[in-house]
């Protein structure tokens, strides 16, 4: 998938959440306010265009805090494009969602 | 109390999940199933973090869960193989050419397998089609014998002036021992001397004093199994013994009567033909008279044996093998007749003002129509010949009757299918149109027009179908995107429109 991928907004908004530090399912379905029966489809596609990856947390860092591992998502190189191109077309996807940095500033 | 009630919800909201897991691919179940109890783990945690047992915390975790069988069936269609629908295969027009093509090549193979098809659809067997004429003495319909070897006779032994000569054959029932201890019921047509040579059909002949047998090629594969040496075989019929003299191909019989084999009787034995016997005539007809009909089917009055004056029917041999691209022509006509009545025939409006097509690209749609008409006749002819002459001992009249049916059925709906296709595509690249979406009601059909709206995913244009024509809005018409579109119109979308 090249960075000229045009996402639609949902899409757009799921993928800046996880830019956003939002990086499991349910956080990404509480900062954006969509369901989760729009929320993890829409994540099973990105991963599938390989916008973003998965990964299991470590098993001993979830035993230490007595909860279940949990399953965190990242922006892939071909997402980050995908993500500047959006935000071209989206641009107030950064207000709705600011990163930490931006907050910073 | 409320912990009660909490674990049961608990328990409700794992049911589901495991309900929803058996969705979701097999190899994909544990992880997937792992990822959402997990979430629900959290889920549950946060939202117990805001105080004791709450409905409609419940709820929320319940709406969560229920996420969950979206998530399995994105899963089970991601993993799916992508079969593509009938419509989307049509997509492009090469693709649909091609389809419509492979259709065509297939029906007409499956005619080239079918016996009766293949006699069915040969100019004539005859060499001298052109003179040859069934006489009958009733309508030309009648399928029956209807001239008795007494008029053959009589006819034969007075001297003619339309025609040179004629024959005769009389199919009846008769028992044939093919070898010891197997005998067959077959029907035998027993022919004048001359009837053979008079169609000019290839047969040989024998120097035995034995009556000739000429098998069909029918009974020759069924009987003998198509043995080569079956020619010269003596075979028991009733109380005498026949000679096989010869195998006439499939494609060289079309007259009347589906006969296993034709036993030519000398003329002393041709007499023993009871007068009273009804059979077939086929007459010759003078070439040295100038006062030959020229049509196909004429009637003749004509003197019967008892001198009375009767009606005839003759039928030139060769109008009989046209007779079912004539019938698909006449189909055809009343299928283009029938069309209005089932869809619209106009294209619908291209505006040209602002958007000048090359005349190349204008030319292509009509070619790409065209095509379409020429591959669609030949698939319905010889779609209605497989269904009409799929069985060989299926009655002429039968299959002349199906014929006409499933010509004009599968006419009416190819035409149909053609028009409403082409409509639905864009008049720039030829391809379908999509995402039909619904504008407007049809209540304020004064103030705005309602109806159905269709998108170029090329990004050429939209396509507005009315609901109800008005005399505004009569037909449907085509709307040119100018290239500020391009931007919505990505080359390889993500994903369709809906799906994200």
């Keep these: 998938m090249a960075g000229e991928t045009k996402l639609s907004h949902t899409a757009a908004m799921i993928l800046q959440a996880v830019n956003a530090g939002f990086i499991y399912g349910f956080s990404v379905m509480e900062t954006t306010g969509l369901p989760s029966g729009t929320v993890y489809p829409a994540m099973r596609r990105l991963e599938r265009d390989e916008l973003i990856r998965s990964s299991w947390e470590a098993q001993s860092i979830a035993d230490a805090e007595l909860r279940p591992p949990r399953k965190y998502y990242k922006l892939t190189r071909a ?4 993500l500047e191109a959006s935000r071209k077309r989206y641009p107030l996807l950064e207000k709705m969602i600011p990163t930490p940095e931006e907050e910073r500033v | 109390m409320s912990l009660h009630r909490v674990s049961l919800f608990s328990i409700g909201n794992q049911s589901l999940l495991r309900l929803a ?14 990822e959402w109890r997990s979430e629900l783990w959290h889920v549950r945690q946060e939202r117990s973090a805001e105080g004791p047992f709450c409905w409609h915390t419940e709820q929320e975790i319940t709406d969560f869960c229920l996420g969950a069988f979206q998530d399995a069936l994105c899963l089970r269609q991601q993993s799916a193989p992508t079969v593509a629908p009938l419509s989307r295969r049509f997509a492009s027009p090469a693709q649909c050419l091609l389809l419509l093509a492979t259709i065509a090549a297939a029906v007409y193979g499956t005619a080239q397998l079918l016996p009766g098809v293949q006699s069915a659809v040969l100019v004539s067997p005859y060499r001298v089609p052109r003179h040859l004429m069934l006489i009958s003495q009733s309508s030309p319909a009648a399928e029956g014998p209807t001239i008795t070897a007494a008029q053959f006779r009589a006819w034969q032994a007075r001297r003619q002036s339309l025609f040179s000569t004629f024959a005769f054959y009389q199919p009846v029932r008769h028992t044939i021992e093919i070898a010891p201890h197997r005998i ?5 047509a027993r022919s004048s001397a001359n009837l053979l040579d008079l169609l000019e059909l290839p047969h040989r002949v024998s120097e035995s004093t034995l009556p000739q047998l000429v098998l069909s090629d029918q009974a020759w594969k069924r009987y003998f199994g198509n043995d080569p040496h079956a020619v010269g075989r003596v075979l028991r019929m009733g109380d005498r013994e026949v000679q096989v003299a010869a195998i006439i191909p499939a494609v060289q019989w079309n007259l009347p009567g589906n006969v296993d ?8 034995r041709a007499h023993a033909i009871p007068d009273a016997a009804k059979g077939f005539l086929i007459g010759q007809l003078n070439p040295l008279n100038r006062h030959a009909p020229f049509t196909t089917q004429w009637s003749m009055i004509a003197s019967t044996v008892s001198g009375q004056p009767e009606y005839f029917t003759c039928i030139l041999l060769s109008s009989r093998s046209s007779s079912t ?5 006449f189909m055809v006509l009343l299928a283009c007749i029938a069309l209005p009545a089932t869809t619209s025939i106009p294209l619908g409006e291209y505006p040209d003002a602002h958007h000048k097509l090359a005349r ?9 129509l065209v095509s379409k008409f020429a591959l669609i006749a030949p698939t319905v002819y010889y779609l209605s010949l497989d269904l009409a002459y799929m069985s060989g001992s299926m009655h002429a009249e039968t299959s002349q009757y199906i014929q006409i049916i499933s010509s004009f059925a599968a006419c009416l709906f190819a035409l149909r299918w053609a028009l409403r296709d082409q409509r639905q595509r864009c008049p720039v690249c030829l391809g379908r149109l999509s995402n039909p979406a619904r504008v407007g009601h049809p209540s304020r059909n004064f103030l705005a ?4 709206e269709l998108i170029c995913v090329g990004g050429h244009g ?16 085509w709307l040119y995107l100018d290239p500020s579109w391009e931007v919505l119109f990505p080359e390889t979308p993500l994903a369709s429109p809906g799906s994200l």
Excluded at chain 2, 184 to 188: L, Q, R, S, Y
Excluded at chain 2, 325 to 329: A, E, N, Q, R
Excluded at chain 2, 462 to 477: D, K, N
């Design chain 1, 79 to 82: 997402g980050k494009l995908t």
């Design chain 2, 21 to 34: 897991a058996f969705l979701v691919p097999r190899r994909l179940r544990s992880e997937w199933s792992r």
């Design chain 2, 184 to 188: 067959e019921g077959w029907t035998i």
């Design chain 2, 261 to 268: 084999a034709w036993l030519q009787e000398p003329d002393d």
């Design chain 2, 325 to 329: 691209f004539s019938l698909f022509l």
């Design chain 2, 360 to 368: 190349a690209t204008r030319f292509r749609r009509w070619i790409f």
């Design chain 2, 449 to 452: 027009w309602s109806g159905t």
């Design chain 2, 462 to 477: 939209l396509l507005h179908v009315p609901e109800i024509p008005t005399s505004w809005f009569g037909t449907q018409r």
